[in-house]
């Protein structure tokens, strides 16, 4: 900060210093200090890792992927829905042939040893990677369905799905300066796409938004970076035959962001697949 300047006046060789009193216009507010300044000051909006936004992005990856909201409801849930990765199952669509189901029973495995699922533990290792159910049927459905009712299995779903999808997606959307909506468009592909290496992962739908459009990081307008992010998305599910229903971007996201919601709030109002949802 600049030195002030210091006025002196020399009367009669005696030093007088002269004390200036700060004023304050009568009309001028306060300036206020500590709790008070922190009560006034603008709130910072939620990021999907709020509790309630949370809440909101399992209950709309549960109306895509299991066309409802109740997505506690999904952890017995498994099936093979032909889309060459085997078994889907659980709360966000773990899959026997991409890896992630078997990390997902490792750890339940080293929590509970002895649970119904451990012994296709081997099975699992041999199909990954493929959609093969040798070793699996006619069992293993069944043994899912009966883990499911542990609160152990639930809780490991849970983990395995914020270390591997949710706390991931979060991290790089608040990275690239996006809010609660930009940050749950990234789950999204992250739960469908994975983000290996391969053409349609989460990754590389990225980076065919980023050749588009700026991140708000980079000084970019979040809503032009978000719909060339969707745009790389639909792009990508139409890749692969089993996810060419584009309806969770088009009827879902893309209205949010075209309504300017990038802070995902209810209520929301959107459609599946043909199916309506509401969260109020």
């Known amino acids: ?7 002196t006046v020399l009367l009669a060789l005696t030093l007088i210093a002269l004390p200036v009193t700060a004023t304050t216009p009568a009309n001028a507010a306060p300036n206020p200090t500590g709790a008070a300044a922190t009560a006034l000051a603008p709130a910072a909006a939620a990021g999907l890792d709020d509790p309630a936004k949370k809440e909101i992005a399992m209950q709309l990856v549960s109306s895509a ?18 889309d060459g990765r085997g078994y889907t199952a659980g709360i966000i669509g773990f899959c026997s042939g991409t890896g992630d189901m ?9 929590r509970k040893p002895g649970n119904p699922l451990a012994s296709y533990l081997p ?34 779903q849970n983990d395995e799905r914020d270390r591997v999808y949710f706390n991931p997606a979060v991290s790089r959307g608040k990275q690239d300066g996006l809010g609660t909506l930009g940050q749950f468009a990234y789950y999204d592909a992250i739960v469908m796409h994975g983000d ?15 050749a588009k459009a700026k991140t708000p990081a980079q ?9 060339a992010f969707l745009d790389a998305r639909v792009w990508a599910m139409k890749q692969e035959e089993a996810h060419e229903d584009t309806s969770r971007v088009d009827t879902a996201q893309r209205v949010f962001l075209n309504k300017g919601n990038l802070n995902l709030d209810p209520p929301l109002d959107w459609k599946v697949y043909g199916d309506s949802f509401h969260i109020g």
Do not use: C
């Open 1 to 7: 900060m600049p030195t002030p300047h210091v006025r």
């Open 219 to 227: 000084g970019g307008d979040e809503r032009q970076y978000l719909h």
């Open 123 to 156: 099975a699992l290792r041999k199909v990954d990677g493929t959609d093969s159910h040798q070793g699996l049927d006619p069992g293993f459905t069944s043994a899912w369905k009966q883990a499911a009712k542990d609160s152990a299995f639930k809780t490991a």
């Open 196 to 210: 290996g290496g391969d053409s349609t992962s989460f990754g590389n739908i990225r980076k065919r938004a980023l």
């Open 102 to 110: 078997l990390d997902l029973v490792e750890l339940y495995a080293s």
């Open 65 to 82: 992927e299991n066309s409802s909201l109740d997505w506690k409801a999904q952890y017995g849930y498994i099936e093979d829905i032909g």
